[in-house]
């Protein structure tokens, strides 16, 4: 068994170095590959080769017996696809016993978005002048102003603040970088924040950082502050549950309303295929959809 969590160890390090995925991704394949060693070991299972279609398939069938939600069980399955494809690829196993193992496809679920009158509302409502105050209204500004994602926002340093030329410079997942515009009211709201906040929070005691978005120590802010901002941000309009994420499909959808292009929408979110940004289409038909049923006399 040694020999196989040897071999997970190896696949991790194939996700981080050559694959450049993301310190997040890397630690959830990696508690889904123990829960899977776990697994094997249970059963007896001493190297790769002795794993079979009928292993898999019966970690798959604990795994819903132990009440993971669907998209759960999928997500670990494929963890354990890649990690079998793995092996073969690079010559330490003859054969993958999931070649044949199929993922059922997830059924297609719009992304929840505000309205444009909300996100005003919610916007409109964050009118305090204390340094957190202003970095709180600069976070959601950014968030939604440009389409960026949580860990985006936190890993935003000042010199990725290119604002005289209204750009910000992202790296995205797999370390990708790309730039995103900014402009208007979002700039505005990180300019105030630069000036008159951030250097409040700069404490002489913590050590020094380059981070945009600072805690109340000094501190770079973390994914679970921002989430816990966005959240108290929702609840100024009533709305439950708001997250990070919903900021940013806000964005892409009132975007797409607008009128921008698909493609400059799948540049600015960092989409490496457009399919990913597709789903924002099917958001925009049920928009034409309302406005139809709203405004035709015999609709």
């Known amino acids: 068994m040694d020999a196989v969590r040897a071999l997970m160890g190896e696949y991790l390090s194939h996700l981080r170095v050559e694959r450049g995925s993301s310190p997040l991704t890397v630690s959830a394949y990696a ?40 998209s759960s069980v999928d997500r670990r399955v494929s963890v354990i696809k890649g990690f079998h494809r ?9 054969r993958n016993p999931t070649d044949t193992l199929q993922l059922p496809k997830p059924p297609e679920r719009l992304p929840d978005v505000l309205s444009v009158k909300q996100v005003d509302d919610m916007l409109s409502a964050c009118t305090g002048r ?12 950014v968030l939604y102003g440009c389409g960026l994602r949580v860990s985006e926002c936190t890993g935003l340093d000042l010199g ?13 997942k ?26 409040e929070l700069v404490k002489p005691y913590a050590k020094p950082t380059a981070a945009v978005f600072l805690n109340a120590r000094g501190g770079r802010l ?25 900021l940013r499909h806000s964005f892409a ?31 925009n038909r049920t928009h034409i ?10 609709a």
């Open 31 to 70: 508690t889904d590959l123990r829960d899977y060693a776990a697994f094997l070991e249970e059963r007896g299972v001493q190297e790769v080769e002795d794993i079979d279609r009928a292993t898999v398939v019966d970690f798959e069938a604990s795994l819903v017996d132990r009440q993971y939600a669907t």
């Open 86 to 94: 793995f092996l073969v690829r690079e010559g330490y196993a003859r």
């Open 130 to 141: 204390e340094p957190l105050e202003l970095r709180n209204r600069a976070i959601l500004e």
């Open 160 to 172: 990725d603040c290119i604002l005289d030329e209204g750009y910000l410079r992202i790296v995205g």
């Open 174 to 199: 797999g370390n990708k970088e790309r730039i995103a515009p900014i402009s208007g009211a979002a700039l505005e709201a990180i300019g105030d924040y630069l000036e008159h906040a951030r250097p």
């Open 222 to 246: 973390t994914r679970q502050s921002v989430h816990a901002i966005v959240a108290e941000a929702g609840h100024l309009i009533g709305t439950d549950n708001l997250h990070p994420h919903m």
């Open 253 to 283: 959808t009132h975007m797409l309303e607008g009128g921008a292009d698909l493609r400059v929408i799948q540049e600015i979110l960092g989409h490496s295929d457009i399919s990913t940004t597709q789903i924002y289409t099917h958001v």
């Open 289 to 298: 959809r309302e406005e139809y049923l709203n405004a035709h006399p015999r």
